[in-house]
């Protein structure tokens, strides 16, 4: 019961969709070899539910256009058919540019218990099932597969009554109910930690001569030559009411090289200097760094 929400007879519907956003490819939710052995009964409901609900959320968020191939092609050939598609852009037509990331997400841990009571009076069951579940996501850039960042996601835990009435079927019908309610809000809780980590904000700090450092090191994927832009956010207000609006004017003001990683923080060689200041009263007022895009 996996969906795809992509299908290449349906092109015209899905071009829009993707519009000006980042382009995902979701590759398939799986489980670790471990935790399929432990064959808890909820897993397989699961897995089915949550690439309809992780892409839904990931898409409402305005910044993504998450596609779902990998029931279409395996990924060892997916270069091949993308080019060949007629969503991306091929021989000379210019239409959205090729996918630029892969999302693997994994279930490391499931584990679940289920507590069955009877009620003699009319046959029927009250099931409680308790659910606890930590997925691992990695982002994998296709153009270069080295360049990966690892999200650990906080793990979701739920607990729930099931009131089953005579058949097997029956009993079937709500769990799934409650599952796919369970994978949905799973899914949401994903989408919002992926959101909250692949848009970290990047503090520049300590400028002193030609160098300075970043508030990030290796524990945030930061690594030995890479380039980032420098950035400063100005306020907005409200020409009326006078009120300071969410946002700012973003304004590039130089740019620097990582040349030494620690865990936390990067000392960097300024490359572009057009007014880099670290000395400010608040630390929001600092410079932000972002990685230069190519």
């Given at each position: 019961?996996?969906?795809?929400?992509?299908?290449?007879?349906?092109?015209?519907?899905?071009?829009?969709?993707?519009?000006?956003?980042?382009?995902?490819?979701?590759?398939?939710?799986?489980?670790?070899?471990?935790?399929?052995?432990?064959?808890?009964?909820?897993?397989?409901?699961?897995?089915?539910?949550?690439?309809?609900?992780?892409?839904?959320?990931?898409?409402?968020?305005g910044?993504?256009?998450v596609?779902?191939i990998?029931?279409?092609?395996?990924?060892?050939?997916?270069?091949?058919?993308?080019?060949?598609?007629?969503?991306f852009?091929?021989?000379?037509?210019?239409?959205?540019?090729?996918?630029?990331?892969?999302?693997?997400?994994?279930?490391?841990?499931?584990m679940?218990?289920v507590?069955?009571v009877?009620?003699?009076?009319?046959?029927?069951?009250?099931?409680?099932r308790?659910?606890?579940?930590?997925?691992?996501?990695?982002?994998?850039?296709?153009?270069?597969?080295?360049e990966?960042?690892?999200?650990?996601?906080?793990?979701?835990?739920?607990?729930?009554?099931?009131?089953?009435?005579?058949?097997?079927?029956?009993?079937?019908?709500?769990?799934?109910?409650?599952?796919?309610?369970?994978?949905?809000?799973?899914?949401a809780?994903?989408?919002?930690?992926?959101?909250?980590?692949?848009?970290?904000?990047?503090?520049?700090?300590?400028?002193?001569?030609?160098?300075?450092?970043?508030?990030?090191?290796?524990?945030?994927?930061?690594?030995?030559?890479?380039?980032?832009?420098?950035?400063?956010?100005?306020p907005?207000?409200?020409?009326?009411?006078k009120?300071?609006l969410?946002?700012?004017?973003?304004?590039?003001?130089?740019?620097?090289?990582?040349?030494?990683?620690?865990?936390?923080?990067?000392?960097?060689?300024?490359?572009e200097?057009?007014?880099?200041?670290?000395?400010?009263?608040?630390?929001?007022?600092?410079?932000?760094?972002?990685?230069?895009?190519?």
């Open positions: 019961m996996k969906n795809i929400l992509l299908i290449f007879s349906s092109l015209v519907l899905a071009i829009p969709l993707l519009g000006n956003k980042e382009t995902i490819i979701l590759g398939e939710i799986k489980a670790t070899e471990s935790v399929l052995k432990n064959n808890a009964p909820s897993l397989t409901a699961f897995l089915e539910a949550m690439p309809t609900h992780f892409k839904h959320y990931l898409n409402s968020t910044k993504y256009a596609i779902d990998d029931e279409i092609v395996s990924q060892s050939n997916l270069n091949l058919e993308l080019e060949y598609s007629e969503i852009e091929k021989a000379g037509t210019q239409k959205e540019a090729m996918p630029k990331y892969l999302l693997n997400c994994k279930v490391v841990e499931f679940e218990k507590t069955r009877t009620n003699p009076l009319d046959n029927s069951t009250r099931l409680n308790d659910i606890y579940v930590s997925m691992t996501m990695i982002l994998i850039e296709r153009g270069n597969q080295s990966q960042k690892t999200f650990e996601v906080p793990v979701f835990n739920a607990s729930w009554d099931e009131d089953v009435f005579g058949s097997t079927s029956s009993e079937n019908f709500e769990s799934r109910k409650k599952i796919d309610q369970f994978a949905k809000e799973a899914a809780q994903m989408s919002s930690h992926f959101m909250k980590e692949i848009e970290q904000v990047i503090y520049l700090h300590g400028k002193n001569g030609t160098q300075c450092f970043i508030l990030a090191g290796y524990k945030n994927g930061v690594k030995v030559g890479q380039h980032y832009d420098v950035f400063i956010s100005k907005i207000f409200h020409p009326i009411t009120k300071k969410a946002g700012g004017a973003i304004t590039k003001i130089g740019s620097v090289k990582v040349i030494n990683t620690q865990e936390d923080v990067s000392t960097c060689e300024i490359l200097d057009n007014g880099i200041n670290t000395e400010v009263s608040s630390p929001e007022d600092l410079p932000i760094a972002k990685v230069a895009t190519k």
